[in-house]
């Protein structure tokens, strides 16, 4: 695993806003950045992060079924009282999922360890499934790149196969899909789902989740008083239970892209409970919810609410000293406690590998770079290649 410097592709920038790749650049620095790309080597992807992303995953869905029937653990999972029964029965009968994204510490010689499980509203997809492929073919037709270079990167095939598939469950009917108003992230991403699915022959209707309406028969609807029969929301179920109308929606007839299950999945508490299932696996770090004997006992520990995403409210602990920490909104749902294990470094880059998995199969890469330990929403995007 290398980081290699190359020239940038020649007015990339105007290109991207061709592409619709608006956010390539946040508050004035670069998201995306081509000046270097990390290499790789077959072996390493396929053995190193492919082979454990398959089970990493199916271990994080056993832990799913291990929660779903307790009481206890959804109430250590937060869950909601009144969606238990219809989030447990979308487990049971096994409502169709279409992508994740296992965030992973590997420097390609020790073990990829699991930080956590971003299986509800994953985002830089987009950017893994389109823009970083584009990067690799144009610069190898530039002759930067050997042709015999390659990508861990089947998502934007996967994601038409997925929707396809989907399809055939519901012919005929439109997607709804959906997200929060402000993001420019966030609606490329939407944005990038529904030309995927429009490729698979459905087609797509978006609405903001602030204008997601309830009708009078407690059907869900959209802007123009459209029923909401199938939707992908680009928008954490933690959310969406809490909002006003979270009440009903287990009595709505919506079916949603991701499920109600994977209200558990993407939620932090997964990883004392992989821990405790899977105790000295290879790719977890030993994980305690705070107040556990053993949680402090860690010494060196990373301290995350149970709801927290991008990076927010963390806290990084080295022997009883607050060594780095984030600010955010998650204060009240809980803690764990997880073993502090440190980004590997490339010069004064931080690095984070996503591991990307469509319809429950690997299905890529995506890189993530900061000059801090702890990596957020806006840290820098870098492509990849791998090397024969």
Known sequence: MFRVSIEERPRWRARAQEFGFEFH????????????????????????????TEELHQMCLEAVDRVIDSERWLDVFRIPTYARDWIRASWTQRDKSLYSRLDLC???????KLYENNADTPTSLYETGFWQWLWLEDQVNNGHLSRQVDQFNSVQEKLVNRFRELSFERPGEALH????????????????????????????????????????KGDFTDSKSQCIRWMFKLYPWEFMLREEYGAHLPQGRTQWLEPPWKAILSN???????????????????????????????????????LSREGANIQIYVDGQLLDQTEGPYNDEGFIYQQYCPLPRFGDNHVLVGSWLIDDQPAGLSIREDDTAITQDTSRYLPHVITP
């Not at 944005?191 to 609405?207: H, K, M, N, S």
Request: glycine share 8%.
């Open 25 to 52: 650049t946040i508050d004035g620095a670069s998201y995306w950045d081509e000046t270097a790309y990390y290499q790789f080597s077959l072996e390493q992807v396929e053995s190193d992060i492919e082979a454990p």
């Open 106 to 112: 590997y420097d390609g010689i020790n073990p990829a």
């Open 177 to 216: 899909v959906s997200c929060c108003r402000d993001s420019k992230e966030d609606r490329g991403t939407v944005q990038y789902l529904q030309d995927c699915a429009e490729e698979a022959g459905i087609r797509t209707r978006f609405v903001y989740v602030d204008d997601i309406g309830l009708g009078e």
């Open 268 to 306: 932090k508490a997964l990883l004392p409970m992989l821990w405790k299932l899977f105790p000295g696996h290879p790719n977890l770090l030993p994980a305690y919810f705070e107040g556990d004997s053993n949680a402090k006992a860690l010494g060196r520990f990373v301290r995350k609410p149970l």
